[in-house]
């Protein structure tokens, strides 16, 4: 018998071999991924270097308690956690917290939408209008917020224009009544504006014939707005409320740079208590623990607004 000639594989085995051959569009999809991984790759890398490895680093953290250099030194499992709501700071900022976003998410939405619609007029001299209210895209937290320190100065900006009338001045940031406001109205004042330009944005997209058929049938300006301009709109309204849901919880150049939580911890916002627990007080493990239940109660709003609110949007 010949040893040098090949033998015939069993048709078992040539079956198994078929298996892993792959077609040309399978190559063409893989290389195709390859391809999209290398484009992300810095993407991905810079969110595994300041989300996802940070994220991790804190849920280890908020178990153990710390030495004074944020060393882990003893494992207490959930025992940070259960101090959280037995703490008044931490109930308190997240009271402070609720009623900020009570103050800031409404009130920042009506506000562009009504300037969105004086936006979508067909006017001379439009466009300079949107550029103003557009504005305050360009302007940082920072300096809006060195901004209405003058603002709110009880001999300048808006306390010296009431006192030519006789009106006394407002202790806007130095009363624990209207500190939170104050501080909200700021925040306010830099959010309008994306918010503005997103809300005229979806505006123009509407469909004219929609309005000429409402015409046609005799609506008037408010029928129009309210029956199909806002409508149209839930979608981008809906979006709006997450995100400014969101930013407003995070909020913390205003606080830090206006109030620095003051006065008695009237606008001691969640994350400005996290900062100072963590930097001022050496607490590292105790200010993990609130990270992640901050982390865990806008995951848990965002899901309600997903599950409940999203089922009245209209999507076209």
Same mark, same amino acid.
């Given at each position: 018998?010949?040893?040098?000639?090949?033998?015939?594989?069993?048709?078992?085995?040539?079956?198994?071999?078929?298996?892993?051959?792959?077609?040309?569009?399978?190559?063409?999809?893989?290389?195709?991924?390859?391809?999209?991984?290398?484009?992300?790759?810095?993407?991905?890398?810079?969110?595994?270097?300041?989300?996802?490895?940070?994220?991790?680093?804190?849920?280890?953290?908020?178990?153990?308690?710390?030495?004074?250099?944020?060393?882990?030194?003893?494992?207490?499992?959930?025992?940070?956690?259960?101090?959280?709501?037995?703490?008044? !700071?931490?109930?308190?900022?997240?009271?402070?917290?609720?009623?900020?976003?009570?103050?800031?998410?409404?009130?920042?939405?009506?506000?562009?939408?009504?300037?969105?619609?004086?936006?979508?007029?067909?006017?001379?001299?439009?466009?300079?209008?949107?550029?103003?209210?557009?504005?305050?895209?360009?302007?940082?937290?920072?300096?809006?917020?060195?901004?209405?320190?003058?603002?709110?100065?009880?001999?300048?900006?808006? !306390?010296?224009?009431?006192?030519?009338?006789?009106?006394?001045?407002?202790?806007?940031?130095?009363?624990?009544?209207?500190?939170?406001?104050?501080?909200?109205?700021?925040?306010?004042?830099?959010?309008?504006?994306?918010?503005?330009?997103?809300?005229?944005?979806?505006?123009?997209?509407?469909?004219?014939?929609?309005?000429?058929?409402?015409?046609?049938?005799?609506?008037?300006?408010?029928?129009?707005?309210?029956?199909?301009?806002?409508?149209?709109?839930?979608?981008?309204?809906?979006?709006?409320?997450?995100?400014?849901?969101?930013?407003?919880?995070?909020?913390?150049?205003?606080?830090?740079?206006?109030?620095?939580?003051?006065?008695?911890?009237?606008?001691?916002?969640?994350?400005?208590?996290?900062?100072?627990?963590?930097?001022?007080?050496?607490?590292?493990?105790?200010?993990?623990?609130?990270?992640?239940?901050?982390?865990?109660?806008?995951?848990?709003?965002?899901?309600?607004?997903?599950?409940?609110?999203?089922?009245?949007?209209?999507?076209?």
């Amino acid at each position: 018998m010949n040893q040098s000639q090949p033998q015939n594989l069993s048709p078992r085995f040539e079956k198994k071999i078929t298996v892993f051959r792959l077609s040309g569009p399978q190559k063409r999809a893989i290389r195709s991924f390859i391809k999209a991984m290398l484009y992300l790759s810095p993407a991905l890398i810079l969110f595994m270097a300041f989300v996802f490895i940070p994220l991790f680093r804190s849920f280890e953290m908020s178990a153990y308690i710390t030495d004074p250099i944020g060393r882990l030194a003893k494992y207490v499992g959930l025992r940070n956690y259960q101090r959280l709501f037995e703490t008044p !700071n931490f109930v308190n900022s997240l009271k402070r917290s609720i009623l900020f976003i009570l103050y800031t998410v409404p009130t920042t939405i009506l506000i562009s939408l009504g300037l969105a619609v004086l936006g979508d007029l067909r006017l001379k001299g439009i466009s300079f209008f949107r550029m103003v209210f557009s504005i305050t895209i360009a302007v940082s937290g920072a300096t809006a917020s060195l901004m209405f320190l003058y603002i709110y100065h009880p001999t300048v900006g808006v !306390n010296y224009l009431l006192s030519l009338v006789g009106i006394s001045n407002i202790p806007w940031l130095v009363s624990p009544s209207t500190a939170l406001i104050s501080v909200s109205i700021t925040s306010i004042w830099l959010q309008i504006g994306l918010n503005t330009v997103i809300i005229l944005a979806a505006m123009q997209t509407i469909p004219e014939e929609l309005y000429e058929s409402a015409m046609i049938d005799g609506a008037n300006s408010w029928n129009k707005f309210r029956h199909i301009t806002l409508p149209m709109l839930s979608s981008t309204f809906f979006f709006l409320l997450v995100v400014d849901m969101l930013a407003a919880f995070q909020t913390f150049t205003p606080v830090h740079i206006m109030t620095s939580g003051g006065p008695l911890h009237s606008t001691n916002l969640l994350v400005y208590a996290i900062y100072r627990e963590f930097y001022f007080n050496g607490k590292f493990g105790f200010a993990a623990a609130q990270s992640i239940m901050l982390f865990f109660i806008m995951l848990l709003l965002t899901i309600i607004q997903f599950v409940f609110v999203e089922r009245k949007v209209y999507y076209e």
